[in-house]
């Protein structure tokens, strides 16, 4: 079952030089990652909770490094940030640092050299940082698991809720009863978008983390497959991965779910499948049987 998540997207990981890159800090708790839905607009770094040191994840030059939080002048939500250029293209910022702390960095930083302390500058409400990895070359942030050796966990994503809309709005709710039972379902003809909410099963206290890919298929036909490994820009409208380049607006609904695509329902018997993968390869997935009328 696992051979489904080697796909056409590992073309659009970095090369393999850069996999010694270290995540920023061994203490801190990721409580965000790349790809999470945040009110309908997604995610393109990963926030981190705690307090200590934030050390550069790779050797890079100095591209910026803003102590001072000055709203006044000039306002960012990532607060007191650091950005370094590891070659190639490849940039990464840490924000969200204790400001004011003044810590003088060479011109060229060395990996895992204290660059920071975390703190609660910018966008934030508690002790941390944010990471995110932007590429130039490609115009396009990263996932930094792609890259950086991903933090141990043996949980399989968490399958919240699966809904079908049809075109007047009416929605019908498919976790209500056991999924797994072989009750099947009675469904009028027709085509339904499916929207589905899902979670990675790691544990990280009250947050929730989001899985890495997620395929949605109809009677074996894949309806849409969603990949959250790069995020870019394309005539000014941002675009992640489903079957291919799609705008962002059409993939995060405005809650916690996710569009997965149209499914068209006609006379007989229809099954209808969600898998969902985390970085780990941990996989979950349900299984919906239908009379379709």
Known sequence: MKGWYIGVFSALVLPLTLRGMNWPSEEARM???FGANDQGNPVMGTSWTGQGVVRAAETGELLFNRNVNNAGRLPSPLGAWTA??????LISIYGRLEENKNISLPVTVEKGMVIGDMGISGWSNRSGFYFLLFDRKE???VNPAMIIQPIPDAKPPVIQAVVLKNSAGAAIDLMQGDRNSSAVR??????YTVFVT??????????TLAPHKLICSLNGLEVGAVTFE???????VLMVYRNGPAPVRTVYAETSYFEMGLASFTYGQASLEIIAQDINENFQ????KFNVE
């Open 31 to 33: 409580t965000i990652n």
């Open 84 to 89: 370094l250029d590891h070659g190639d293209g």
């Open 139 to 141: 115009r396009r942030y």
């Open 186 to 191: 009675t469904i009028n003809r027709g085509t």
């Open 198 to 207: 899902v979670f990675d099963g790691a544990d990280v206290g009250e947050n």
């Open 230 to 236: 790069t995020f870019f820009s394309r005539n000014g």
């Open 285 to 288: 997935s349900a299984v919906f």
